[in-house]
């Protein structure tokens, strides 16, 4: 029984003479192969819809055995004509699908996952945004969407409210932050943690509220920044066991 449904093509591949593997992302299957037989000769079944970097509505269909997904034929909702045309935002785009890919989405968090994929990448192509910022912003926010919330505006201890002082720490594994008060009274965080600005807390609960259409205006403080991009990087390799090494996602 065929049906149809929105895909977000991360990549593809070709076998025999004409015949084409699809690795797509959909919002309902999460992320999958599927067959498209015959797509790199059609002219009418798959009209630019066979591309990595392209939104398209497919009619998919099963093997006789039902054994694997079969795409019967596609309509190009969108290409990111933009980002094709910058070798930059190229680049980062790809980095945002390697990591959907990496983290082997299920179809629990497919809706996540493809939303937050889309809007990344309309984002994109319709702004200025400053690229580099993108993929640990979206690292983290597929983080706290898949259900890894900290609260990074009050102590994990005692409840108190981040102030303006000094001397806070973010625990890794709890996903917790400790307040100097208690730090001081012998409370310290269990596992790794790593010391954090009060600057830094209020930019990772922005980023944790934000949606990537608020990325394209973001303007962050250098030391801010890079407390923020290694706290980051250290959370997503402890909760979802994934770092960037060497251009390429590795399990960790």
């Known amino acids: 029984m065929n049906a149809t449904e929105r895909a977000l093509v991360l990549k593809i591949g070709r076998f025999r003479e004409a015949d084409v593997w699809v690795r797509l992302l959909t919002p309902n299957r999460g992320v999958f192969n599927a067959f498209a037989f015959g797509g790199s000769r059609s002219r009418r079944r798959f009209v630019g819809c066979l ?31 933009e980002i094709r045309k910058d070798s930059v935002r190229t680049g ?22 493809y939303d937050l994929l889309l809007e990344t990448l309309t984002m994109l192509d319709e702004s200025q945004a ?29 409840g108190k409210p981040v102030g303006m002082e000094s001397g806070y720490k973010f625990g890794i594994e709890r996903g917790m932050i400790a307040c100097p008060t208690c730090l001081s009274a012998g409370k310290p965080l269990d596992g790794l943690a790593r010391p954090i600005s009060t600057g830094a807390l209020r930019a990772l609960d922005w980023i944790q509220q934000s949606t990537p259409s608020d990325w394209a205006t973001i303007v962050m403080d250098s030391e801010v920044r890079r407390q923020c991009s290694q706290l980051v990087e250290l959370f997503v390799a402890y909760h979802l066991g994934l770092s960037w090494d060497n251009g390429m996602y590795k399990k960790v």
């Open 51 to 81: 591309d990595p970097l392209s939104h398209v509505l497919f009619t998919l269909g099963s093997s006789r055995r039902g054994d694997y997904t079969v795409l019967e034929e596609g309509s190009l909702l969108n290409n990111f004509s």
């Open 130 to 158: 400053n690229p580099e910022f993108v993929p640990w912003l979206f690292r983290a926010k597929y983080a706290f969407e898949s259900g890894f919330t900290p609260d990074f505006m009050a102590c994990g201890a005692c």
């Open 92 to 113: 980062i785009a790809v980095n945002c699908m390697r990591f959907v890919e990496a983290v082997e989405v299920n179809p629990d968090d497919a809706g996540i996952a």
